[in-house]
C-alpha cells in the first residue's frame, strides 16, 4: 500500500445546528476538520497508512484535532504545534439541502505558520500519494511554503494530488488569487475540483481548452465533480463518466474530501506510484471502479453531520444505496 502524506489545514468546523430557516435557538457543536485532514481521515478510515503534516495551536482545540486525527488512525507524528496562534475555526450554516456557509475565524491561524524549516528530514524519500488544497494558499508565506513542498514532494518521486477546494471568504477580500492556485496546479498529477471550481479558474477561457491546457502541462487526470451529478474524469486521450448514488444530503461539509480520500485509498491499495500511475490510468475497469468508489465515500459523507464524523470506512457503504 502506498502511504498518503496529507498537508495543510486542519481546524474546527462549528455546525450550526440549525437547518436553512428554522426557527429557534441556534446553538454550534465542534468537530474536528479542515479539507487536507478530512482527506486523511478519509484514507485512515479505509485501513491505509495516512499520515497528516501541519501546524496546529497549543490550545484546546488543537488538542482536540490531534486526539480526534489519532482515533481515526491517522499519523501524527509530524504535526507541529504552535503558541503563536490558535488553531483556526469555521462556524458553518446549512440551507434545507445540507449546502454550506462558511464563517472562518483565519487568519490568524496556527496553520498559517507552518515553515519550510518545520518540514520533517526525509519524509518524501520514499514514495508517497500527498496531497494539498488551495486553502494553504490563501498568505504568501503560507503559499511560498505549499508550492515549495509540493516541487519538493515531486523531485522526490511522490505523487503529488490537489484538491482545488476554492474558500474564497478565507482570501484577502474575498479574492481568490488564482494565478497562485495555477502554480500548485502546475505541480500536480491528479486534480480535482467541482464544476463551480472550475468555472472560478477558467474565467474567459472554455472549460474544454482550460482542461485540455493542464493535461498538457503536468496533470494525468482531472477529476470534475458536481454535487449529485455525474463526475466527470479527463485524461489526455479520453474521459469516463460515474454517476453517484442518489441519497439525501444532511451535511455537505466532507463530501468532496471524502470523495478524493477515497480516490486516494483506491490509488494506495493498487499501490500505485508516480512512477507507476500513468500505467494505471490506462486499466479502464480500475479506473472506473475507483471513481465510483469515490463517488459512494462522498455520498455517504454527505448523509452524516461533521467532517471526521461523516467518512465512511469500508463497512458503512454497505448500506449504502446505488
Not at 116 to 126: A, C, Q
Not at 180 to 189: G, K, M, Q, S, T
Not at 255 to 270: M, P, T
Request: hydrophobic share 45%.
Amino acid at each position: 500500500m502506498t502511504p498518503i502524506i496529507a498537508f495543510g489545514e486542519a481546524l474546527v468546523d462549528m455546525l450550526s445546528s440549525r437547518l436553512g430557516d428554522a426557527a429557534g435557538p441556534e446553538s454550534f457543536t465542534p468537530y474536528a476538520g479542515g479539507a487536507p485532514a478530512n482527506a486523511a481521515v478519509a484514507c485512515a478510515r479505509q485501513g491505509l497508512p495516512s499520515c497528516f503534516l501541519g501546524m496546529i495551536g497549543e490550545d484546546r482545540f488543537g488538542d482536540f484535532l490531534v486526539a480526534e486525527l489519532e482515533a481515526h488512525g491517522v499519523d501524527t507524528q509530524h504535526v507541529t504545534r504552535t503558541a503563536e496562534a490558535r488553531t483556526a475555526l469555521a462556524f458553518v450554516s446549512r440551507d434545507a439541502n445540507g449546502e454550506r456557509r462558511f464563517d472562518f475565524y483565519r487568519p490568524p491561524a496556527a496553520d498559517l505558520l507552518y515553515r519550510r524549516e518545520h518540514l520533517p528530514p526525509g519524509i518524501f524519500i520514499e514514495p508517497a500519494l500527498v496531497h494539498l488544497c488551495s486553502n494553504s494558499l490563501t498568505d504568501e508565506a503560507i503559499a511560498e511554503t505549499t508550492l515549495d513542498l509540493a516541487s519538493i514532494a515531486r523531485r522526490g518521486g511522490c505523487l503529488i494530488s490537489v484538491d482545488v477546494n476554492l474558500r474564497p471568504a478565507l482570501w484577502p477580500n474575498a479574492t481568490v488569487d488564482t494565478d497562485r492556485v495555477h502554480r500548485l496546479l502546475e505541480r500536480a498529477h491528479l486534480i480535482k475540483l467541482s464544476t463551480e471550481e472550475l468555472d472560478a479558474l477558467r474565467g474567459e477561457e472554455s472549460a474544454e481548452s482550460w482542461i485540455t491546457a493542464q493535461l498538457a502541462n503536468r496533470a494525468r487526470m482531472i477529476v470534475v465533480t458536481d454535487g449529485p451529478n455525474p463526475v466527470v474524469a479527463y485524461l489526455a486521450e479520453q474521459r469516463l463518466q460515474v454517476t453517484p448514488p442518489s441519497v439525501q444530503a444532511i451535511d455537505t461539509t466532507a463530501a468532496g474530501d471524502a470523495f478524493i480520500g477515497g480516490l486516494l485509498a483506491s490509488l494506495s491499495r493498487a499501490d500505485v506510484t508516480c512512477e507507476t500511475f500513468g500505467d494505471w490510468l490506462t486499466d479502464e475497469q480500475a479506473l472506473s471502479e475507483a471513481l465510483a468508489f469515490a463517488s459512494r465515500c462522498g455520498a455517504f459523507a454527505a448523509t452524516r453531520a461533521g467532517s471526521f464524523v461523516s467518512l465512511p470506512g469500508s463497512e458503512d457503504l454497505d448500506h449504502l444505496p446505488g
